[in-house]
């Protein structure tokens, strides 16, 4: 890497903050109606008139937003994504990565002490009612393009029993039921999450065919026999003996012929990339106290140990990819 590659590396987060401070001002929410200039964009943000006006400007040169003689406007993007109301609001996710900013901020101190100082430390969630609806509605928007696609890629048209364990809002549920026909998919998930994911997925395609269980998946019984078990983004929080112990119950609940799936930010072998998933790795260090990326390796190791011996690997071109173990 060139130093100047380095310089902009390390510069990195100016871009993202801006971006993440003027959503959380309601910038895009204030040019829903059409453009502003700066003095009317101050006046509805309640922001001071000149910051916001080089915020606008900043966030104009990488074209999220546009300007002309009326003054600001948004982009065909960012009317689609950042404006609250819209259909295709995605800003949920972007208030999630928002919300880990003082994480990162403590990242030397997790560096010296080994293990986040982190706000959750009681409780894998966000504490308050509109941060947990963020983070859950947050992975809605994540995988709301990816979980049909997922689907299609799955061996489950024959699957019966599905556990989608720490389902989050409920799209690979509904996914997997269009492509399992005659199953039923039970979303496993904290008490405070399935009363989200419930009102997420109440009336939509399929939803008589999911069963809600509200529990803790590290001391909670995980019901069963499943012939398919969907763990998706919930590993990599957990430390690496969690990890192992968990992979073994899942496997106790299979039926003979049934199949695990691990979907993750998986790492190389040598955990030295893909880029996306080894600083997922050092997120999770900021953000858990024990979690991390792992690697495919590490984890086909705890399926054998759990008896699953066959595996396999998918990449289906997005950054997580999927592990699938079988007796
Ligand atoms: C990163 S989200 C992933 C959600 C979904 N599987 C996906 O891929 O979009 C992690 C999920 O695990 C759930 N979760 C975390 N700790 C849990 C626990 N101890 N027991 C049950 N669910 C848990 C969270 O509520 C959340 O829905």
């Given at each position: 890497m060139t130093f100047e590659e380095m310089r902009k590396l390390a510069s990195g987060y100016q871009p993202a903050k801006t971006f993440l401070a003027a959503l959380r001002v309601g910038l895009f929410d204030a040019l829903a109606d059409g453009p502003k200039d700066s003095s009317a964009l101050g006046r509805l943000t309640l922001c001071d008139a000149r910051a916001i006006g080089i915020v606008a400007d900043a966030l104009t040169s990488v074209g999220i937003l546009h300007k002309g003689e009326e003054g600001y406007s948004l982009s065909v993007e960012s009317e689609r994504y950042l404006v609250k109301g819209s259909k295709e609001y995605r800003g949920a996710v972007l208030e999630h990565i928002h919300a880990s900013w003082e994480d990162w901020s403590d990242l030397e101190e997790t560096l010296r002490t080994g293990s986040a100082r982190c706000r959750r430390k009681s409780e894998s969630?966000?504490?308050?009612d509109e941060a947990l609806k963020n983070f859950i509605m947050g992975m809605e928007n994540v995988t709301r393009d990816t979980a049909p696609k997922v689907a299609g890629r799955l061996p489950l048209a024959d699957r019966e029993r599905i556990l989608d364990l720490g389902g989050g809002p409920g799209n690979y549920a509904l996914a997997f039921l269009a492509e399992a026909p005659q199953a039923k998919v039970y979303h496993f998930d904290l008490p405070r999450v399935t009363p989200i994911a419930r009102s997420f997925i109440e009336g939509k395609e399929g939803s008589e065919r999911v069963e809600f269980i509200s529990g803790d998946f590290l001391k909670d019984p995980l019901g069963g026999p499943y012939d398919f078990i969907w763990t998706s983004q919930i590993l990599h929080m957990l430390p690496e003996a969690e990890v192992e112990r968990m992979v073994v119950d899942l496997a106790k609940t299979l039926t003979q012929d049934g199949i695990f799936c691990v979907h993750e930010h998986f790492l190389d072998d040598a955990k030295d990339g893909p880029v996306p998933a080894a600083f997922f790795g050092v997120h999770m260090l900021a953000a858990t106290p024990g979690g991390r990326a792992y690697s495919f390796a590490e984890l086909e190791e705890m399926m054998r140990g759990a008896g699953l011996y066959k595996t396999e690997r998918i990449d289906y071109g997005a950054k997580p990819r999927l592990l699938l173990g079988r007796r």
């Open positions: 969630l966000p504490k308050t």
